[in-house]
């Protein structure tokens, strides 16, 4: 049970801001919520993650609820090399990572 | 930099032709994994290792074996391969306990 949700895809225009939701209405108080990515059958490459507060780094902004029931992933101006699976995780269990089905980004020209 | 080294990235085979997937990583990890991704399955995990000669199974362990002799690296052998293994196959490492990982660039295996 991956306890997210998220859409099934979504579309973007290039130089766009790209925001992925994510709903993680069962999250507990300790777990984090992390962003990856998967671009075409490569490994999955992680990108950000948060507990509580919003988080930036140079790839990505999270905005997380304050309930934390959701999360919303944005990558800033999306490019056509954004183009891939992001995946919002919540259960990290030991070190295992229980992968949801994620959201296709299409970022178009 | 950091990273994860799977080999080979393209391996076809035949059934119950013995084979092993190499991977390595040269952060240091504890805690290293194995997770194949199939269509409609998403990625599942066959196997992790939380140390040295410390090696436990995943949700799809059936018809694999792992070995962690040395900190950096955790092959995955296929004794006797079957066209059901066809799939493409991460490797993976992270420090314990957190969600922050490493994955390889994945092999993608036929056996036919």
């Known amino acids: 049970d991956a306890k997210t949700t998220q859409p099934t895809s979504m579309d973007c225009a290039e130089g766009r801001a790209a925001n992925l939701p994510c709903n993680h209405s069962?999250?507990?108080?300790?777990?984090?919520v992390y962003w990856y990515r998967q671009i075409h059958s490569q490994g999955p490459q992680y990108i950000i993650h948060?507990?509580?507060n919003n988080e930036t780094n140079e790839m990505a902004s999270l905005i997380i609820t304050e309930d934390r029931k959701s999360s919303t992933l944005i990558l800033p101006h999306a490019t056509l090399r954004d183009t891939a699976v992001y995946y919002c995780?919540?259960?990290?269990?030991?070190?295992?990572?229980?992968f949801g089905q994620g959201t296709e980004l299409s970022v178009k020209p | 930099e950091a990273q994860v080294t799977q080999n080979p990235r393209y391996l076809i085979t035949v059934t119950g032709k013995k084979l092993t997937v190499t991977c390595s990583q040269n952060?240091?990890?504890?805690?290293m994994s194995w997770y194949r991704q199939d269509p409609g399955l998403g990625l599942r995990q066959i196997y992790y290792?939380?140390?040295?000669?410390?090696?436990d199974k995943g949700d799809v362990p059936e018809g694999y074996k792992v070995s962690r002799k040395e900190k950096r690296n955790f092959p995955l052998i296929l004794e006797s391969p079957s066209p059901n293994q066809t799939s493409l196959y991460f490797c993976?490492?992270?420090?314990?306990?957190?969600?922050?990982?490493?994955f390889g660039q994945g092999t993608r295996l036929t056996v036919v």
């Open positions: 993976a490492s992270s420090a314990p306990g957190t969600g922050l990982a490493f």
């Open positions: 995780i919540v259960r990290v269990d030991g070190g295992k990572l229980i």
């Open positions: 952060m240091n990890h504890e805690y």
């Open positions: 069962t999250i507990s108080g300790n777990e984090y």
């Open positions: 948060g507990l509580k």
């Open positions: 290792s939380m140390n040295v000669e410390v090696t």
